[in-house]
């Protein structure tokens, strides 16, 4: 999981400064000189998918997505694993599914251009198999662990939460 989290904050890291990077110099020329990067507007279409993705990660591998925990406190320890493992479950199914589902798109993509850029937009839509690949892993990961008698509970969500 550390792997997964590391990996998706690289992955948003590097996807915010080169945004970044591109919009303020292309603003900063723009102003300068009266035209700025022509890529500028495209390189955005690429990253900003992969920007989500590795968002997407990073909150997977630290247990920290949108958690509504009115059911599992109302459940005993036994109970809260089962419900747990079944939302794992959903987790993988929906993940493997949209993996499936998506290698259409993921065809198509490979012979859309970019035209500024002349990028494929696979570059762009490969970000789904990562967000959705990584989901899977970690979904097989906490089954694995839950049956291998993990708590069900192993983050305390009330003191984790920002709001």
Not at 54 to 78: E, F, K, M, Q, Y
Request: glycine content about 10%; overall charge positive; hydrophobic content about 60%.
């Amino acid at each position: 999981m550390t792997l997964l989290d590391w990996s998706g904050r690289l992955i948003a890291a590097a996807c915010l400064g080169v945004m970044f990077v591109a919009l303020f110099v292309n603003v900063v020329l723009r102003y300068a000189f009266g035209s700025g990067i022509a890529w500028a507007y495209e390189i955005h279409a690429l990253l900003l998918p992969w920007l989500v993705a590795g968002g997407i990660v990073i909150a997977a591998a630290r247990g920290r997505n949108i958690a509504i925990t009115l059911l599992p406190d109302l459940l005993s320890a036994s109970g809260r694993r089962v419900l747990t493992l079944l939302i794992h479950l959903v987790i993988v199914l929906i993940a493997t599914s949209v993996l499936w589902s998506s290698q259409p798109i993921l065809k198509a993509a490979q012979f859309q251009t970019l035209s500024t850029l002349g990028i494929k937009q696979i570059w762009g839509y490969a970000s789904l198999v990562f967000a959705f690949g990584a989901m899977s892993v970690i979904g097989v990961v906490e089954i694995v662990r839950l049956l291998a008698g993990g708590d069900p509970d192993p983050l305390d969500l009330e003191r984790q939460s920002l709001g």
